[in-house]
């Protein structure tokens, strides 16, 4: 069965510095999420990505998060400078298309100390 | 008012009992609707898709009531398996169609 790739699937880091996540869609899948989950919350969506462009990411806090997804396949998501707030697993999906069903990938469970 | 809303629990119950979650959405215009399952610690993992006649699968039942904008899931004979956090997933009042996750019902199945 076809999955969801991220990496690192976990990352401990410094305030202040930077880290980078990956993420590898099901072949096929047009549509691209990244989400933030707290613990004890449930995901937010900070960018979705149509193909190569960036159709939503009215919650991703543009001072120091970039996401980019230039040939319409993988996907890789930045901050910097990391905060102890952004603590949290970062969780990517894909989907065939716009509004159907989501396939997630395994998280990257992100401390910043 | 969040678009979407749950019950956090956390849902207490025996094995073999009956236990139903809803979720209320705010945005009258979502066409699409889900459950998911996730376990501590791990990714979300999609339970059941929710039409508007209802459907089922095995011991769950999933309910979409349009006019009270509310969906439901009903786990007949619960097993200690089951306890996870469950997802409410609703289409968004943007036009891009953002899913936007509820915060979760938690279940625990004690023997």
């Known amino acids: 069965e076809a999955e969801v790739a991220q990496s690192p699937r976990y990352k401990i880091t410094e305030k202040s510095q930077a880290v980078a996540f990956w993420c590898d869609p099901i072949s096929g899948h047009a549509t691209l999420y990244w989400y933030r989950q707290i613990l004890g919350q449930g995901p937010e969506l900070l960018v979705q990505f149509q193909d190569e462009s960036v159709v939503d990411d009215s919650q991703l806090p543009k001072d120091r998060f970039s996401a980019e997804r230039l040939k319409g396949v993988d996907s890789t998501l930045k901050i910097q400078p990391a905060e102890l707030g952004d603590s949290a697993m970062y969780l990517c999906?894909?989907?065939?298309?716009?509004?159907?069903?989501?396939?997630f990938g395994s998280g990257t469970q992100l401390s910043v100390l | 008012r969040k678009e979407v809303e749950q019950d956090p629990g956390p849902f207490n119950v025996p094995e073999g009992a009956t236990v139903a979650f809803n979720c209320t959405y705010s945005n009258s215009a979502s066409q699409s609707f889900f459950w998911y399952r996730q376990d501590c610690r791990k990714e979300p993992k999609l339970l059941m898709s929710?039409?508007?006649s209802g459907n089922e699968d095995g011991r769950f039942t999933a309910q979409l009531n349009r006019a009270s904008q509310y969906i439901s899931l009903l786990i007949r004979d619960s097993k200690l398996s089951d306890s996870a956090t469950y997802l409410c997933v609703v289409h968004g009042s943007s036009n891009t169609g953002k899913l936007i996750f509820g915060q979760g019902t938690t279940l625990q199945v004690k023997p």
């Open positions: 929710v039409y508007s």
């Open positions: 999906a894909s989907s065939r298309g716009r509004n159907e069903k989501l396939f």
